[in-house]
């Protein structure tokens, strides 16, 4: 899982709640997005946690947020 204080993740704003995002910091954060649906989640649907493409090895929060956050299409 990734650790939330990694350097890249703070980078990223990466938080495991999506709530808890920086708003102020993180301009496009918005209510409703989360880990489990942006493009770049390789979980499954119902999953706690999946793979991200951006933490190598890693999985993220299915309830988490970073600010590479992209709407998943569909």
């Not at 708003?23 to 954060?29: E, G, I, L, P, S």
Request: charged share 20%.
């Amino acid at each position: 899982m990734v650790d939330p204080n990694d350097p890249a993740a703070k980078a990223l704003g990466y938080v495991e709640v999506a709530t808890q995002a920086d708003a102020t910091r993180f301009k496009n954060y918005a209510a409703g997005q989360a880990c489990s649906n942006c493009s770049l989640f390789a979980g499954k649907p119902g999953d706690a946690a999946g793979p991200c493409p951006l933490f190598a090895g890693k999985q993220v929060a299915a309830k988490g947020w970073c600010s590479a956050y992209i709407k998943k299409a569909g």
